[in-house]
T-cell receptor
Framework: QQQVKQSPQSLIVQKGGISIINCAYENTAFDYFPWYQQFPGKGPALLIAIRPDVSEKKEGRFTISFNKSAKQFSLHIMDSQPGDSATYFC????????????FGKGTRLSVIA | SAVISQKPSRDICQRGTSLTIQCQVD?????MFWYRQQPGQSLTLIAT?????????ESGFVIDKFPISRPNLTFSTLTVSNMSPEDSSIYLC??????????FGPGTRLTVT
């Protein structure tokens, strides 16, 4: 049973465009939603995270939008750059607590010039 | 953020042998986890490494195959025992710091021949 569904599986965006990756969750107990960025041969790096008390969080070119009623959240990458080409994973967990993250299947983003 | 190192970074092992992967965190953390990631795939949780007690394993993973130690709040090891080619994967150490933030090591790329 997949608790966090991520789409699309892959994404190609022109340089300067907006990249949008979506996730949906099933467990209403989840209340911490991070995004990770992973480059080939590296471990996942925490990019940005949100909690349900806000609908949006922005850090530089990266924005998380959160819709609690729809149980969905998304990552927007503004002004996408070739250096953003990586695999992105959404995740969810119950906060605070000792439960580990549940990950989506990942989105491979390619930003082309 | 937490700085996490893993040793070895990669290894090629023969079928039937065992490999121990070390994970070191730069400061004390509450929770440590071990994940497995097949190339191009998402992360699968193997177990939670509990300090001072036995690890908690996820469905499909057993202690005899993946014994884990966590002797203190900054260090853990994962052993992959009696290896077969199906164990070829990337093994990732992860640590939780603060309320929810979870960080990953660079991974150990294991190839079993």
């Amino acid at each position: 049973q997949q608790q966090v569904k991520q789409s699309p599986q892959s994404l190609i965006v022109q340089k300067g465009g907006i990249s949008i990756i979506n996730c949906a969750y099933e467990n209403t107990a989840f209340d911490y939603f991070p995004w990770y960025q992973q480059f080939p041969g590296k471990g996942p790096a925490l990019l940005i995270a949100i909690r349900p008390d806000v609908s949006e969080k922005k850090e530089g070119r990266f924005t998380i939008s959160f819709n609690k009623s729809a149980k969905q959240f998304s990552l927007h990458i503004m002004d996408s750059q070739p250096g953003d080409s990586a695999t992105y994973f959404c995740a969810a967990s119950i906060s605070p607590g000792n439960t580990p993250l549940v990950f989506g299947k990942g989105t491979r983003l390619s930003v082309i010039a | 953020s937490a700085v996490i190192s893993q040793k070895p970074s990669r290894d090629i092992c023969q079928r039937g042998t065992s490999l121990t992967i070390q994970c070191q965190v730069d400061s004390q953390v509450t929770m440590m986890f071990w994940y497995r990631q097949q190339p191009g795939q998402s992360l699968t949780l193997i177990a939670t490494a509990n300090q001072g007690s036995e690890a908690t394993y996820e469905s499909g993973f057993v202690i005899d195959k993946f014994p884990i130690s966590r002797p203190n709040l900054t260090f853990s090891t994962l052993t992959v025992s009696n290896m077969s080619p199906e164990d070829s994967s990337i093994y990732l150490c992860s640590a939780k710091r603060g309320l929810d933030e979870q960080y990953f090591g660079p991974g150990t790329r294991l190839t079993v021949t």
